[in-house]
């Protein structure tokens, strides 16, 4: 073999390269080019002047613009230029005729375009019979591809069956049936005839099984289609028919049936027309197409949504009141504001339903209230969650377009409701996030809005539902992740945490007598002393809530629900009645195990720079111990304790109004030059921050500097100004309990503060003395066992070393 391929090899001759993408040139071929990069122009431009003989090779990666030469295959096809066009861009319409394989061996020093040494290769291997052969076999495959595959064209097929020469056929053979440039490129380099015709063989065979797939799945395409275009003629026949002939039955069609519970809906006109629209071109589609399932679901969402229906309210108020009272204790003014509503709905037949957002502290029953009002109206109810919902659609609905769309969760709870007029709650309306999909806080705006929701458009309905009717009920934890728009659509009511009174009262009524009916205890079995109960509150549960008391006393009856099964399963008579027991403190060791918090109390006696401060946490309201400690140093100022940044300004601006008011402290002038501050804020794993113990900060600085102990029964809450100002702070009524849990007997607060304390329950205003403030003297002269203001005296000698009066300075 390889001595018939040195026979077989031509001189070696210089032409230029014209580089080719995606298109492999076969001897024999005549194809045209397009030609545009300048390296390619100018080498036809050369050749055309000349020989019009040039090398055509195909690139490996057809992105690259200007290729190197190991970019290039080595094998391709040495041509002639038959005639080139020149168009105005600039580029070369050329026709050129492929005469015989061509090898690259080196390519030669060239500045303007490529220009290779070539040696021209002829095909290898004698004209037997096994060669006849293979082309016979390889002409019957070809003339069944040609009628299977009716994108070739006449003329080629003409070309090709006109060719006697084996190689000649093979390669014009090549060139119409494979598809790939890799394929082309191998065939292109396999001299061997036999070799060559044996791969066109199993390629054609290949691309015959698929033709002959893809005629049977045409078929079978043609005649399903033509089956449905029969059932729908007879379809239509049929109709006609009955029309004709009338209906001794009576009985109507699936489209007369929903035509008429589209008209007993009692939609609005514009929506029933719409609705019938959309009926009359079910009736035309074919029953299982995609289209026509899309306009059933639709139509099906249409009538499911309630139009008319609604219940009738329950406007008898003292019996609302009761029903009220019976699900919670407390919660005046949520109750107020529903029976509010009902007498006002008693009076006026027509009135848009009430929008309103509990924010509280979980636990505090926002939840459960929603039910509680429904009972309490007559109405029903619905509730969804909207917590870490991202997506608009989730809200409004999707297009119709889309596949698998559905409306959004209000129409769907108008539909599970059955009624215009529910109680729909949407739970954890502080949760709603949004990304690249919208903001769903956004859609609420016009379902919680009572001058647009009478025309609510959900995308999927595309039609406005009526949404006055309505009573809408939304819960959150915190007000600041709501966005401003969204809240002034809707009445906020502040439902602050239970006191220690409240929730006694609490767990006697529901939590206690519900946990031992649920576990299976006699009532009166069990016997909760007040003591044990409020050691429960106290020390095993730190909320606002009542979540964790819950929790608490299931454990409780768990526990002795085990005592009275254990008993009972070693009893042999089994007819022992359940003996009483009784949970005093010293048995909630038992059952509860160590207590989980400890009370925060009052110090025992008073103490230099330690000062109770008032803050408000998630969990109610709690005490702040405030310490300072006064070094010698060099003016450093430190804080510790985990504070946040709003806080650590209240400290700075507590210091500079103390340097500010130095001489009238009896402080020499430049103190704080050579002492440190240091400021502790106790349980420092916890962060604080916030302004309202300004104050409190600067109490604690005063008897450090001064060396004055501050009062132990004296909890105080303001923020500070530069100027000694004390402004009001949130959370009072939290704040106010929480210093009478730990025992003080006087509460300091700022002055405009005084108008919140309607709020609080009377028992503690009557045990703790609330003191209003309104200047950092004033907190002063009560929160110290000494005054700290100078007595005025004649003029001295402004070089003085030390305070006007004998206590001792910061600096000793």
């Known amino acids: 073999m390889t001595a018939d391929i040195v026979d077989n090899i031509n001189q070696v001759e210089s032409l230029p390269l014209l580089p080719l993408r995606d298109i492999v040139v076969f001897p024999g071929m005549t194809v045209p080019l397009f030609v545009g990069r300048p390296r390619s122009v100018k080498a036809l431009n050369h050749v055309f002047e000349r020989d019009k003989r040039i090398m055509l090779a195909t690139q490996r990666d057809p992105s690259v613009n200007e290729p190197e030469p190991n970019g290039i295959y080595q094998t391709g096809c040495i041509t002639e230029v038959l005639q080139i066009l020149r168009l105005p861009d600039g580029t070369i ?10 090898r690259i061996d080196e390519y030669l020093d060239s500045e303007e375009f490529f220009t290779v040494s070539v040696t021209s290769i002829a095909s290898v291997g004698e004209i037997d019979t096994n060669v006849m052969a293979l082309t016979r076999t390889a002409q019957s495959l070809f003339e069944k591809y040609i009628k299977l595959n009716p994108n070739l064209s006449l003329d080629s097929v003409s070309a090709i069956s006109g060719l006697e020469n084996p190689g000649a056929y093979a390669d014009a053979m090549a060139a119409n049936v494979l598809s790939g440039t890799v394929e082309k490129q191998r065939l292109l380099e396999t001299v061997d005839l036999k070799n060559r015709l044996e791969i066109l063989i199993n390629k054609v065979q290949e691309e015959l099984e698929v033709l002959q797939i893809e005629k049977q799945v045409r078929r079978r395409v043609k005649k399903q289609m033509e089956k449905s275009q029969r059932d729908y003629y007879l379809t239509e026949q049929m109709k006609a028919i009955q029309k004709e002939l009338g209906r001794s039955d009576g009985e109507k069609t699936e489209f007369e049936e929903l035509a008429d519970k589209i008209r007993a809906a009692g939609m609005p006109k514009e929506v029933e027309k719409k609705a019938l629209k959309e009926l009359s071109r079910l009736e035309q589609m074919q029953p299982m197409s995609a289209e026509g399932t899309v306009v059933r679901g639709y139509l099906d969402w249409l009538l499911d949504v309630p139009w008319k229906k609604r219940t009738r309210d329950k406007l008898d108020i003292p019996e609302a009141r009761r029903i009220l009272d019976e699900d919670h ?228 009856c768990r526990k002795i629900a085990r005592k009275v099964a254990e008993k009972i399963g070693t009893d042999k008579a089994k007819t022992s009645k359940t003996p009483k027991t009784t949970i005093d403190e010293t048995a909630l060791v038992e059952f509860l195990g160590e207590i989980k918090y400890r009370d925060d109390i009052a110090e025992r006696k008073n103490e230099v720079g330690v000062s109770a401060g008032l803050a408000w946490t998630e969990t109610g309201g709690t005490l702040l111990k405030i310490e300072t400690i006064i070094l010698e140093g060099k003016n450093k100022f430190i804080l510790t304790g985990k504070l946040g940044d709003v806080m650590k300004e209240s400290a700075q601006a507590a210091l500079s109004y103390i340097r500010s008011r130095a001489r009238d402290f009896g402080l020499v002038q430049g103190f704080h030059n050579k002492i440190d501050i240091h400021i502790h804020i106790p349980e420092g794993a916890i962060p604080k921050d916030g302004p309202s113990a300004g104050i409190t900060l600067a109490t604690s600085m005063v008897s450090a500097l001064l060396h004055i102990p501050v009062r132990r029964n004296i909890a105080m809450t303001g923020e500070i100004t530069l100027r000694g100002n004390v402004l009001p702070v949130g959370g009072l009524k939290e704040k106010l309990l929480a210093a009478h849990r730990a025992g003080m007997s006087v509460a300091l607060i700022p002055k405009e503060n005084e108008r919140d304390l309607r709020e609080i329950p009377d028992k503690i205003v009557k045990e703790l003395k609330v003191v209003p403030v309104g200047h950092m003297d004033e907190v002063l002269k009560l929160a110290l066992t000494k005054t700290p203001c100078k007595k005025k005296s004649p003029a001295r000698s402004s070089k003085r070393a030390g305070p006007v009066d004998d206590r001792p300075s910061a600096l000793h």
């Open 329 to 556: 204790y407390g919660l005046e003014k949520i109750k107020e504001r529903i029976l509010e509503h009902l007498s006002v709905k008693k009076l006026v037949k027509k009135m848009k339903g009430p929008i309103l957002c509990f924010v509280g502290p979980p636990g505090v029953g926002k939840t459960s209230l929603g039910r509680s009002i429904a009972r309490a109206t007559g109405r029903k109810f619905v509730r969804f969650s909207l917590g870490g919902i991202r997506d608009e659609a989730e809200i409004r609905g999707h297009r119709r377009t889309y596949i698998g769309a559905m409306p959004g969760r209000i129409i769907q709870a108008m539909k599970r409701a059955g009624v215009k007029n529910p109680v729909i709650m949407l739970d954890e309306i502080d949760k709603v996030s949004s990304d690249f999909r919208g903001d769903p806080s956004s859609a609420l705006l016009e379902a919680l809005d009572p001058e647009q929701n009478t025309s609510f458009n959900d995308h999927y309905l595309e039609v406005d539902y009526d949404l006055s009717e309505t009573m809408f009920i939304t819960t959150a934890n915190v007000l600041h992740t709501i966005p401003r728009p969204l809240q002034d659509r809707m009445e906020i009511i502040t439902i602050p945490g239970y006191t220690d009174e409240e929730k006694e009262q609490i767990a006697r009524r529901f939590l206690f007598p519900k946990q031992v009916k649920e576990h299976g205890l006699p009532d009166k079995s069990l016997i909760l002393h007040d003591a044990a109960l409020a050691r429960i509150i106290r020390n095993y549960t730190r909320e606002s809530g009542v979540r964790n008391l819950d929790r608490r006393l299931a454990s409780v």
């Open 93 to 102: 319409k050329a026709l050129v005729e492929g005469l015989e394989r061509g």
